[in-house]
């Protein structure tokens, strides 16, 4: 990712910021509240379109891409406040996941018997899986939207995780919870990242969690990116410290 | 909610996605198919042009479901859409002397082209707005099908001829009746199918969350687009039997309150529902006819209460919408899964 500025009107959400994420990394974007985080996955996902930079995922400029393009190319990602479709199951929030990889239409699916009915299937056992790696199984047929947020929120990495994707965007997946549901939720991502073989973009407030589980951590201050480097490099960073750490730092 | 009963065990992925999951509702179906099809026997020349109508709304009612229960896209335009359809089929019969079991599919299509069209705005726009455009969708057709007197013959109508088989002429209430249910059960697997695949899938993405489906790959356009084509396609479905069943089609047949009939339809019934579009079809095309065998057993009581009946009629027809606005949001279906849900715990449910 290159030079990537982003505006609104006459406000930088983001101003030059670069980074350089490798295959296989957990990396972890970190930065007071308004530092241009979710702006930075929303450019790398497709829902903001930066004004100039541009982005590259395996050689390729995807820059000008639509989202739904980038999510074919293996691109996936969760989302700060729960973006589930409220109205389904969590076996079809799932199935949605694996949208791109079936293949049936509207007058295969119609038909249903036959070539729709086997790839549903197919997918299922795959879907299953996921649902097995989250310890959702008991809810498996309930509606999303009656779901306590703890789930909710695993909900949304299984669909993520239903698309195979090369790379998992987590914006905040342990917003709003406990120690425990914490450690959860980070041995998820490191099986992910080590079982499931997916690099994984983090932001995340828990200095703790980041420091624990990232290789790189890239650091964002009012839109630009004042550091990066792995977790010891970070902090140490005088200027990091500064800015959000806090100045008398006790490390 | 959607609670199985107790005993049952789904062993296959295969089992788990059937739409009839036990022995007994298996049979009931099969009993309800005997009903369908030997039912015209039974039924007097009054009740079976209500089955009729019911049948034509139903298809109607599915294709607005989709679209608009499904897909989350608000349609005012419906009527038109039926209008479309039953125009096509209409001229493409009786100009160009086409069979009618041809001209049926094509002017599902001719319809689907035209809603197509009307559909694109669906880009850019949701809700309210979009229910506005698509209103500009219904007055253009009207208005288009009134003025162009050469092709359409205006307000005076054209006269349709009934289908036929060699020498066999299906312009009897009875006869009508088979090809209508044809269809309809054809429309109905159609779209539950559609409901438990990938498509179906991606239009309730859409409708409860359109970023989270187009992160997911989910190319909203396009689907949006399919959306309004497979509802306008079951509306020039349900125009033609329309066309071919009443013989004479006049532009009043396909004005605004047919497009907010099928909307009340598919509300009362329950959005996103395939069951919910039937209950809806049937409650509303029936709902005048009730109230008119009650104002009759009235007249004895009431001597003026016939004169009333049309005013009676839009009255009660709002009040009913809006009391299921307020009661049952989400429909005549979610009553009956809370009924059904009541009794399978019945009477230990707590």
Redesign the interface.
Known sequence: MRNLHLNFGGVNALFDVSLNIQEGEIYAIIGPNGAGKTSLLNSISGLYHPQKGEIYFNGKNISRLSSYKRAQLGIARTFQNIELFKGMTTLDNLMLGAHTHIRSGALLGGIYFGPAEKEEIRQRKFIEDIIDFLEIEPIRHEVVGTLSYGFQKRVEIGRALALRPKVILMDEPMAGMNIEEKEDIARFIIDINEEWGMTVVLIEHDMGVVMDISNAVCVLDFGKKIGEGSPEEIRDNPRVIQAYLGEEAVI | ??KLPAGLFNIS??ED?QIFHTKFIRFWMVILLILIITGPFFLNGYLLSLADLTGIAIIGALGLNILTGMAGQISLGHGAFIGVGAYASALLTSRLGISFWLALPMAGFVAAAVGLFFGIPSLRIKGLYLAIATLASQVIIIFTIVHWRSLTNGTSGILVPSPNIGSFEFDTDRSFYYIIFGVLVLAT???R??F???????F??I???D??????????FRYKL?AFF?SSFYAGIAGSLWAHYITIITPEHFTMVVSINYLAMIIIGGL?SVLGSIYGAIFITLLPEFLRVIAGSLNGIFPDIGNALGALREIIFGLTVILFLIYEPNGLYHRWQMIKAYWKLWPFNY
């Not at chain 2, 438990?196 to 991606?202: E, F, I, L, P, Y």
């Not at chain 2, 970023?211 to 909203?220: K, P, Q, R, T």
Request: charged share 25%; hydrophobic share 50%.
């Open positions: 909610m959607n992925y295969r996605r697997l159609y779209a199918n559609l438990r695949t990938r498509v179906g899938r991606a309730i993405a409708r409860d969350n970023i989270a489906a187009e992160i997911l790959g989910v190319n909203l399919l497979i996103g």
